[in-house]
């Protein structure tokens, strides 16, 4: 029997670092294609590893962990608002010699109104919704059974 990629990579001591290429990629937020371009072999192989071999698919699903994480946390630095310093360096001849002078510049972000809402929303729910009070009154309707819901199909059955 044919040993398959993983087997290979096993044999030749590569299997840690084709893991470790597999978490970075999928960390970086790379499609699963690159990923598998990286490792020089076709989609569809890596698809079929990573469904076969926990530890391909656990260094797949840790990498979008990473990701999500990174952009959850980038979201919430965007949210709060944040400080960038930029130094322009500058270097001047003078009489007594060479001179370097370094400037810093301070820049403040605001806060995003936008990425505050969507964090509110996705951790604290309904609470902070723009739909909260339509929310609630269909739950009103729901509780006194005002709204009857009916099935598509059988209105079409009837005509």
């Known amino acids: 029997m044919r040993k398959d990629n993983y087997q290979e990579w096993k044999e030749k001591n590569e299997l840690n670092s084709k893991l470790d290429t597999i978490k970075k990629l999928a960390g970086s937020g790379v499609s699963i ?15 079929t590893l990573k469904n076969k071999y926990k530890a391909i698919e656990e260094a ?7 990701f ?11 949210a709060l608002g944040f400080k960038i310093t930029d130094e322009d360096q500058y270097i001047e001849e003078t009489s007594r010699g060479t001179r370097k002078r370094i400037v810093k ?26 739909k909260k009070y339509e929310l609630e009154l269909m739950e009103k309707r729901i509780e006194k059974e005002i709204e009857e819901w009916t099935n598509a199909d059988s209105h079409e059955e009837d005509k």
């Open 33 to 47: 294609n690159v990923i598998a371009d990286k490792l020089g072999i076709s989609r569809r192989t890596f698809i």
């Open 60 to 66: 797949y699903e840790t990498g979008k962990e990473i």
């Open 68 to 78: 999500k994480a990174n952009i959850i946390e980038a979201m919430i630095k965007r």
């Open 105 to 130: 510049h301070i820049k403040e972000m605001p806060p995003d109104i936008a990425a505050m809402k969507y964090l509110l929303v996705t951790h604290f729910g309904r609470e902070f919704s723009e």
